[in-house]
Structures are given as structure tokens and as C-alpha cells.
């Protein structure tokens, strides 16, 4: 790791703690502009998809949640924004560990998105983001704000953009980690029931008022 990648950790440790959620918003929009002046395509999609997915984690001290391992984030970053190295805080030295429920089903969440990615995509930016995605399914709050984007359009348009199949089944227009728990749950063959991290979202009692 760079001096200076560090440092921004050390710099994140020291102020995290101590953060709103206004001032976390305003140093991840920092940190995805900062990452996006080394990407040599300023148009990217997915560039700037990766650059909001890592800075909403990075400026919590938190990028073990992204579920990467280093290697693919180190590869990430190497991918779109040229650089040789990836922050790392205390957490994300190695994978996060996760129950064995929850590891069994983030295993099979990313490997069912994975089977709808869109070819014209990169195949290791799709596995990444399979893999983000099924992690943030852990997470209690509406998927938009577990992957740290805007709203649910951004995660609408994500989903489209690298899994258009997947995005197409979703006609009732079911939130998106319920409605991703439930092709997951169809697949195995299972009744469909909420993701793990469905129970702490505000919204859960209108996504499933019998539970």
C-alpha cells in the first residue's frame, strides 16, 4: 500500500467515528470525484457505479461489507481507476466472516445474479458487483442506501445496465432486495421470504405484513 493510501485510512479511521450522516454523504461524493479524475474514461458507467459503491464504504471505514476479498479489490481499482493499490481499513485486511447462514446465502444470491449478467459487460466487474450486491442484502435498509447510491433508479438502472434479464423479471415492481430474495428463493424452490437484512428496514411490515 502507497503512503498516501495510508494515510487517507488513517485520516478515515480518525473522523469516522464522529461523522453525520450529512458529512458521510459529502466525503463519499469527495471520494468518488477524486476517484474518477484518475479514471481514463470520464464517461464510464461503470467507473463511476464502482467509484459511489467503494467511496459509500470507504469514508465509514467499512469496505470489508463491500464482501470483496483485496485481490478483487485491488483489481478493481486497477481496472478503472489506474491505480496499483487499494485502501484498506483494519476490517477489509481479509473477507469478512459470515455466518453460515448468511455466507449460504450470499454464495447463492451472486452465483443466480451472476446467471443473468449481461455479456457485453466485464465478466470480473459483473462477479464483483454480484457479489456487492449480495452482500448489501445483509444490510437492514432498502438496497439503495445498503450500496450507499441515491435512490432506487440507480440501483434500477445497475441492474439493467449488467443484469438487464434479471431487472426485466421484476414486473411487479417489487422493492429491489425483496424482489431479489425472491427469485432466489423460487430457484431453490423455496417459499419466498425476506432477505437477512429485510427484518431492520423501515419498510418491512409493507413488503411482508404476515411476517
Known amino acids: ?19 453525520t450522516a450529512d458529512e458521510f454523504a459529502s466525503s463519499s461524493r469527495a471520494r468518488v ?3 474518477m479524475l484518475s479514471c481514463p474514461d470520464q464517461t464510464s458507467f461503470a467507473a463511476r457505479l464502482f467509484a459511489k459503491l ?3 464504504r470507504e469514508v465509514r471505514g467499512e469496505l470489508a461489507l463491500l464482501g470483496l476479498s483485496h485481490e478483487e479489490l485491488r483489481a478493481l481499482f486497477h481496472r478503472h481507476f489506474g491505480l496499483e493499490s487499494a485502501p484498506l481499513d483494519a476490517t477489509s ?3 469478512r466472516v459470515l455466518v453460515q ?11 443466480l445474479i ?3 449478467a449481461n455479456a457485453a459487460v466485464d465478466v470480473d466487474d459483473a462477479r464483483c458487483l454480484a457479489g456487492i450486491i449480495a452482500h448489501a442484502c445483509l444490510r437492514p435498509d432498502h438496497l439503495w442506501r445498503d450500496l450507499g447510491l441515491a435512490g432506487r433508479d440507480e440501483v434500477s438502472a445497475m441492474l439493467e445496465r449488467f443484469f ?10 417489487l422493492r429491489w432486495k425483496r424482489f431479489l430474495a425472491q427469485e432466489l428463493a423460487l430457484s431453490l424452490g423455496q417459499t419466498p421470504g425476506p432477505a437477512p437484512g429485510c427484518p431492520g ?6 413488503c411482508f405484513p404476515l411476517a
Open 93 to 95: 485486511q481479509a473477507t
Open 201 to 206: 428496514c423501515e419498510d418491512y411490515r409493507f
Open 33 to 35: 470525484e477524486q476517484l
Open 114 to 116: 451472476l446467471q443473468y
Open 54 to 56: 467503494i467511496a459509500a
Open 1 to 19: 500500500m502507497s503512503a498516501s493510501s495510508s494515510t487517507n485510512g488513517a485520516s478515515i479511521d480518525a473522523t469516522v467515528k464522529h461523522a
Open 101 to 111: 447462514e448468511q455466507a449460504g446465502f450470499v454464495a447463492a444470491l451472486r452465483a
Open 164 to 173: 438487464p434479464a434479471l431487472a426485466a423479471r421484476n414486473v411487479d415492481n
